[in-house]
């Protein structure tokens, strides 16, 4: 299988479309339909205004046609003691369930930990459960402890995060100390 990058900014309805049925496979929530997380992948480029370098891509792995693997990449600002940082969120990144244990979720987050390394993001930071903090620390990611807050959120000092660990990639160099605001929802 080959990793096929879409630009979020170019995405084809019908490709969103494919994402979000595996994204509402594998994380089923009557809230979010099928249409509702197609429309938010579709947003997701629509609303991008920045360097073409760091624009929103989208990394899927098909198995004849059907999109099994996939990783968003997602520009974000955040402000931390050290001022505003343009950061790499990792968001969605899920495998099929008949497809799991065969090495396709790092090959899928890999492209993206590859922009931080290239120079493209100093970092990348996401959140993820207990139970995968193993897969990301074998990837190279570490658990961070940071406060996170939202400033533009009705409750500003409610986390945006709904996973309990938060990690940032690489795990090596140094990462801001306190409290950093995500300036916008979790991801």
């Given amino acids: 299988m080959e990793i096929e990058t879409i630009d979020a900014r170019q995405l084809p309805p019908e490709e969103a479309r494919n994402i979000a049925e595996l994204i509402a496979g594998v994380w089923p929530d009557p809230e979010k339909t099928i249409d509702f997380r197609q429309q938010r992948l579709l947003d997701m480029g629509r609303n991008y205004r920045g360097p073409d370098n760091q624009a929103p891509r989208l990394f899927v792995l098909r198995k004849q046609g059907q ?108 990462w801001p100390v306190g409290e950093i605001d995500l300036l916008g929802p979790g991801y």
């Fill in 67 to 174: 999109v099994v693997a996939h990783a968003a990449l997602l520009p974000r600002k955040i402000g931390t003691a050290w001022g505003d940082l343009t950061v790499v969120g990792l968001a969605s990144v899920c495998v099929d369930s008949r497809e799991r244990g065969q090495g396709l979720g790092a090959m899928i987050v890999r492209p993206v930990f590859e922009l931080v390394d290239q120079g493209v993001f100093g970092f990348s930071l996401f959140q993820t459960s207990p139970e995968v903090q193993p897969f990301y620390e074998k990837l190279g990611a570490c658990v961070i402890e940071n406060t996170f807050v939202n400033s533009f959120a009705d409750d500003p000092h409610a986390t945006p995060f709904w996973n309990k660990v938060i990690m940032r990639y690489p795990a090596d160099g140094e």
